[in-house]
């Protein structure tokens, strides 16, 4: 029996030094997992019959343990490196259409704008719904992102503009524009559907009526309408505006200069003043805003913690592309490793449960950072020394049991 043990001894600890060494090896494997080897003991059947004794017959490596427990995060600037702060694995389509998990976010964009990984496999997501702005429904598909589509221009339909007019002034000077105009004034850069941008000035004339002021705009420094205000504003006595304060102004985008760009039809922009003011302090402006833009080129891509791309433009703007999905498993020791980081479903995992980064149990991404090994290298090292050691243990039985053996033999 003695050999039995030796050799057991031996095939298992030559197996936990495989395990060993694959971890020390991936030590620097980004997303990788540890794993470890469990042993059993083996026990021949019972002998002698209810009286008997089971006999120990060895050891045997009962399972190798995936230990999936959160690796550290290393900053690396790259916006496509992307790590999971908790539970979770992104989803993969490999090559050949099946699926794939894995825990290494270093994301590659193609020519095509597909997100891939290193070893080609794409990443899947949930696509944007170009009407709700928000990821579509139903099962994750491949991100793919318009790597080289500029954002068009969008004409500017609102803005708003928050000031606080002074309650302490007097009826301006019969001269319009009152001098000097900047005094209750302000300025705003709207833009017409070519994404030429118009700038409007904006300014305040105090009335001879309590509380009420008239307001002026110009474009190209030409007052629009000529000589005529383009409404009224007027406070209560708490300083509030009444009547809502929304106006409607017509943009003409006739160019002053010849040589201006060609601009788009004439547009109307509906301005908001409704939170405005006329207090007993200094002219003020608090808030100037305006939906519109110029055309952008693609300039970069962010994620947000909650899988949440946003693409970068030249004109300032982000809009979002897609969110990144995520699965989780009940048993994730029972996936099966595959090779490139990878691992695959089965039985014993059972089937991934689907959802988006910081959804119920999942975990937030983060952009710009990837998830380490979780491999303790001096731990591994200990383990390593305790397993030659075990081999030279078993070694040292078999051994002896060949030398009882020979004593035996020798006999006369």
């Excluded at 503009?161 to 002034?169: E, I, Q, S």
């Excluded at 004339?205 to 474009?219: D, I, Q, R």
């Excluded at 119920?360 to 950072?369: D, E, H, M, Q, T």
């Excluded at 397993?387 to 006369?412: E, F, G, P």
């Amino acid at each position: 029996m003695a050999f039995q043990h030796g050799l057991s001894g031996l095939n298992a600890a030559s197996k936990n030094l495989d395990v060993i060494g694959h971890n020390i090896a991936n030590a620097n494997t980004t997303g990788f997992k540890a794993s470890r080897a469990e042993f059993a003991d083996m026990v021949a059947s019972a002998i002698g019959g209810a009286g008997g004794s089971n006999v120990g017959i060895g050891v045997q490596v009962a399972a190798v343990a995936q230990q999936f427990s959160q690796g550290n995060l290393t900053v690396t600037g790259n916006t496509l490196d992307v790590a999971i702060n908790g539970s979770g694995f992104f989803m993969l389509q490999q090559p050949d259409g099946s699926s794939a998990y894995t825990r290494a976010g270093n994301f590659k964009l193609d020519k095509d704008g597909d997100l891939k990984t290193n070893s080609g496999a794409r990443v899947l997501g949930y696509p944007i719904d170009p009407a709700t702005g928000k990821p579509t429904a139903g099962s994750p598909r491949p991100l793919v992102f318009p790597t080289g589509a500029p954002i068009p221009a969008k004409q500017t339909e609102n803005a708003k503009v928050t000031f606080n007019l002074d309650a302490r002034a007097v009826e301006a000077a019969t001269a319009t524009p009152p001098t000097p105009r900047a005094t209750y004034g302000t300025s705003i850069t709207v833009y017409d559907s070519q994404g030429v941008p118009q700038p409007v000035s904006l300014y305040f004339v105090k009335t001879g009526n309590p509380n009420e002021w008239e307001m002026y705009t110009t474009l190209d420094e030409i007052l629009q309408p000529p000589g005529s205000p383009v409404g009224t504003i007027t406070f209560d006595g708490n300083g509030k505006i009444i009547g809502g304060g929304s106006f409607g102004m017509n943009i003409s985008t006739a160019p002053a200069n010849p040589n201006s760009p060609i601009p788009g039809p004439d547009f109307v922009v509906n301005f908001d003043f409704s939170d405005s003011t006329q207090y007993g302090t200094k002219w003020a402006v608090s808030e100037s805003t305006q939906d519109g833009y110029t055309a952008g080129q693609l300039t970069g891509i962010n994620i947000e913690a909650s899988g949440m791309i946003m693409a970068r433009y030249s004109n300032g703007m982000t809009r979002a592309e897609g969110q990144v999905a995520l699965a989780n498993f009940r048993n994730p020791q029972g996936l099966m490793a595959v090779g490139n980081n990878n691992w695959v479903e089965t039985f014993e995992s059972g089937q991934p449960v689907m959802g988006t980064p910081t959804d119920g149990n999942f975990g937030a991404l983060r952009s710009g950072a990837l998830e380490d090994s979780n491999v303790d290298l001096t731990a591994e090292l200990v383990n390593m020394m305790t397993a030659q050691r075990t081999y030279q243990a078993n070694a040292q039985t078999i051994k002896t049991q060949d030398q009882v053996m020979s004593t035996l033999v020798n006999l006369r």
